[in-house]
């Protein structure tokens, strides 16, 4: 999920993402726009990148029954990064990190399974669709926003949202999980 420019429309695709809660959340969504103007996407932490399903009812089912027994995750993210292979700018997931494989893992699979084109490795992004070019300074730019951000830069994961894709701008809340309790919110 993210703002791509110029990437072809991603129609029918399922994840599971936790949105940040603010402070951070509302300094991050305002980092992603100054980088990337046309990003309107909330920020948040991918726990299933985008997927086809055969069933989004049996997905969902799937999802409140395995997540029944989970626990909240606490999460603290890190430096600023980015993916050299796609250019993509992003927030690393310093605590909590090994907990988000373990749990996209226990998720990513049966009516969820999906050969994801790249190895998860948790995080925020914050640009993404950048040329080469441009990377340099929105990654300059990024890190001395963050390094400013006088906020918490942690969050406990207590509820992951299921989502849908309309385009590569819009994306749908289909239903949210809180751990422990499950609520459709669509």
Same mark, same amino acid.
């Given at each position: 999920?993210?703002?791509? *420019?110029?990437?072809?429309d991603?129609i029918d695709?399922?994840?599971? /993402?936790?949105?940040? *809660?603010? *402070?951070?959340g509302?300094?991050?969504?305002?980092? &992603? @726009?100054?980088?990337?103007p =046309?990003c309107h996407?909330?920020?948040?932490?991918?726990?299933?990148? %985008?997927r086809?399903?055969? =069933? @989004?009812? &049996?997905?969902?089912?799937q999802?409140?029954r $395995? #997540? /029944?027994?989970?626990?909240?995750?606490?999460?603290? $993210?890190?430096?600023?990064e980015?993916? %050299?292979e796609?250019?993509?700018?992003?927030s690393?997931?310093r605590r909590?990190?090994s @907990?988000?494989?373990?749990?996209?893992?226990?998720?990513?699979n049966e009516?969820l399974?999906?050969?994801?084109?790249?190895r998860?490795?948790p995080?925020v992004?914050l640009?993404?669709g $950048?040329t080469?070019?441009?990377?340099?300074?929105?990654l300059?730019y990024?890190?001395?926003r963050w390094?400013n951000?006088?906020? #918490?830069k =942690?969050f406990?994961?207590?509820s992951?949202?299921?989502v849908k =894709?309309a385009? &590569? @701008?819009?994306?749908q809340?289909?239903?949210?999980?809180?751990?422990? !309790?499950? &609520?459709a !919110?669509?």
């Amino acid at each position: 999920m993210g703002c791509c *420019p110029g990437a072809p429309d991603l129609i029918d695709l399922f994840a599971l /993402v936790t949105y940040l *809660p603010n *402070p951070l959340g509302a300094f991050l969504n305002m980092l &992603r @726009q100054e980088l990337v103007p =046309s990003c309107h996407l909330r920020a948040h932490v991918t726990v299933l990148p %985008p997927r086809h399903v055969s =069933s @989004q009812e &049996r997905a969902w089912e799937q999802l409140q029954r $395995l #997540s /029944v027994d989970l626990e909240p995750i606490e999460i603290e $993210l890190g430096d600023i990064e980015v993916f %050299p292979e796609t250019f993509v700018i992003y927030s690393s997931v310093r605590r909590g990190h090994s @907990q988000l494989i373990e749990l996209h893992n226990r998720l990513a699979n049966e009516a969820l399974a999906f050969n994801e084109p790249f190895r998860f490795h948790p995080h925020v992004t914050l640009a993404q669709g $950048l040329t080469e070019e441009q990377v340099a300074p929105a990654l300059d730019y990024a890190r001395e926003r963050w390094r400013n951000f006088g906020g #918490s830069k =942690s969050f406990l994961l207590d509820s992951m949202t299921f989502v849908k =894709s309309a385009d &590569r @701008q819009h994306w749908q809340d289909l239903g949210e999980i809180n751990l422990r !309790t499950l &609520r459709a !919110t669509g």
